[in-house]
């Protein structure tokens, strides 16, 4: 006689009159196949844990996200921001599909350049910019984005010796009714330091001003902050032209669009509350058709969209090592997933799936990683299957951050992987070994032996 | 290991507790321990049943029930 399927047994304490915030349901979704690749086939092939990206999927969402913006206004940029995912396998893909570079550091942008693209085609940001990375930039062209009057004067100097004019943009930050303000970068619009260093900049003599620049944060929601942040922008520009009857290239509005992840602590998931590239656009280029500035001297708009573009195309597989049960009754499930791999999950409530359901029940459950740490933890309290050791698991919506931000922590870091269009699989970082990794270090003599 | 006395279990796999007012869901084989139990059936027996129905070895087997064991007890469902 043929044996019956088996599950662990489990009993669901009701909680009558608290259903869960989404109605009593718990349905667990599957995710089996990436780009219809099996997800078996591929851990059996490359081991766990391991990251996957989608290169349609990337393709895709950028299509998405360019028709958005260049349906509603003629000149349109996105700039590849380098920080969210440098593995240049995806930089590539972006640049393919038409992005510029946007970069915040002197390895970021050897990165773009090695990647070919030129330097009047990156947008070089942030803080944190040397003696080498200005002068690189000026002699290639690049647009140096201004974060603060001592970099000003710094730039200056170093255009001034090299003889040549650095391209020059200014980073804003502006009151746009969001928080937090993100007002530690660049240079204030309301208290009138931006307006002041817009007149020292187009009266050096080694700058040329070609644009403005705001980023005003990360996981932005409101639609109505990037049309006040717009707003502000262009009435700059125009007070600028008013003043000079110099116009400016362009308008670079930064990143800072959301992915469909959910917040931790968010009541309703993110794939509800995200805006959609349409609403972005509706916002951010209504504002500019209706302003001041006249058709035949509409700036291009720039975006440096990073987690809105990438997010969704990343997935990280792992496996279950262990089931447990705390000394609270709760049910935990431990896999080989940590947060030094899923830095992300300090801000998101990821989504942990199964990649195959032998039934429909359930158990409220914590997933931790592997690491010997408490702070490891991939997600608190999810209904989740009751899955047994070896059992595979997804995490989808991975793309941005993870893959620049992940820590060298207790293990090696593991591969990535791309499927590309045709459904072909390609190895885009190898996984860490020990001989690399010792090849850094270096024991002094007495210690040797 | 006993089930307390006055615990009542569905056909559908729903038991309610009248002593505390708590209400549990079962999985089909959490129903069929259950009522093992209560018909005073030893775990070692009820074991050795799941072995023959189900396609599962000993060990993962052990594993759950130990398991299962320890939720019911830790939800106040069995007789000391
Ligand atoms: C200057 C700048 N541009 C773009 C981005 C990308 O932001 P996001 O991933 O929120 O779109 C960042 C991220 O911090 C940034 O600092």
């Known amino acids: ?449 | 290991m006993k089930l307390k006395k006055n615990i009542a279990i569905s056909e559908n796999g729903f038991l309610f507790n009248p002593e505390t007012g708590d209400s549990f869901i079962l999985n089909p084989i959490g129903k069929e321990i259950l009522n093992q139990l209560k018909e005073g059936q030893s775990v070692t027996d009820i074991k050795q049943l799941l072995l023959e129905r189900y396609d599962v070895d000993l060990v993962s087997l052990e594993k759950n029930m130990e398991d299962f064991l320890v939720i019911l007890q830790h939800h106040g469902l069995l007789d000391r």
């Open chain 1, 1 to 449: 006689m043929k044996k019956l399927d088996y599950e662990r047994p489990i009993i669901n304490k009701v909680n009558a009159g608290m259903p869960d915030k989404f109605g009593m349901s718990t349905r667990v979704p599957v995710i089996s196949h990436i780009e219809g690749v099996a997800i078996t086939d591929i851990m059996k092939q490359f081991g766990s844990p391991i990251y996957v990206i989608s290169e349609p999927c990337i393709r895709e969402t950028f299509q998405q996200a360019q028709k958005a913006f260049l349906s509603r206004y003629p000149r349109v940029q996105f700039a590849w921001s380098y920080k969210t995912n440098y593995l240049n396998a995806v930089c590539k893909i972006f640049h393919s599909e038409g992005a510029w570079a946007e970069v915040v550091s002197g390895f970021e942008y050897t990165k773009a350049i090695e990647n070919g693209i030129p330097g009047n085609q990156i947008i070089f940001n942030g803080p944190d910019k040397s003696r080498e990375d200005l002068e690189r930039a000026i002699k290639d062209g690049a647009m140096i984005h201004l974060d603060s009057l001592d970099e000003f004067y710094y730039l200056g100097e170093l255009a001034h010796k090299l003889d040549k004019k650095a391209n020059v943009g200014l980073r804003i930050n502006l009151d746009a009714g969001i928080y937090p303000k993100w007002d530690r970068f660049g240079f204030n619009l309301e208290n009138g330091e931006a307006w002041n260093v817009l007149n020292r900049v187009m009266l050096h003599e080694y700058m040329v001003l070609l644009g403005l620049h705001t980023h005003m944060g990360t996981y932005i929601t409101s639609v109505n902050a990037y049309a006040v942040a717009t707003r502000k922008m262009a009435d700059l520009t125009n007070r600028l032209f008013r003043k000079y009857k110099y116009e400016l290239k362009y308008l670079d509005l930064g990143g800072g669009f959301a992915s469909k992840n959910t917040l931790k602590g968010a009541y309703l998931p993110g794939s509800d509350t995200c805006p959609s590239f349409d609403d972005y656009a509706e916002a951010i280029t209504s504002v500019l058709l209706d302003s001041e500035l006249p058709p035949e001297r509409l700036p291009l708009l720039i975006l440096e969209s990073g987690r809105a573009l990438v997010d969704d195309s990343g997935f990280m597989l792992g496996s279950v090592l262990a089931n447990k049960r705390l000394a609270d009754g709760r049910r935990a499930t431990v896999i080989d997933i940590g947060v030094n791999m899923l830095f992300t999950s300090f801000w998101y409530d990821h989504e942990v799936l199964p990649t195959q359901l032998k039934s429909e029940q359930t158990e409220n459950t914590t997933i931790y990683g592997p690491l010997c740490m408490n702070i490891d933890v991939i997600r608190e309290a999810v209904q989740f299957p009751l899955l047994q050791r070896g059992d595979a698991v997804v995490i989808p919506r991975i793309g941005a951050y993870n893959m620049t931000q992940w820590m060298q922590f207790i293990k090696l870091r593991p591969p990535v992987l791309l499927i590309d269009t045709d459904k072909q699989i390609h190895l885009i970082r190898k996984k860490e070994t020990n001989e690399q990794f010792n090849a850094m270090e270096n024991v002094p003599e007495h210690l040797k032996g």
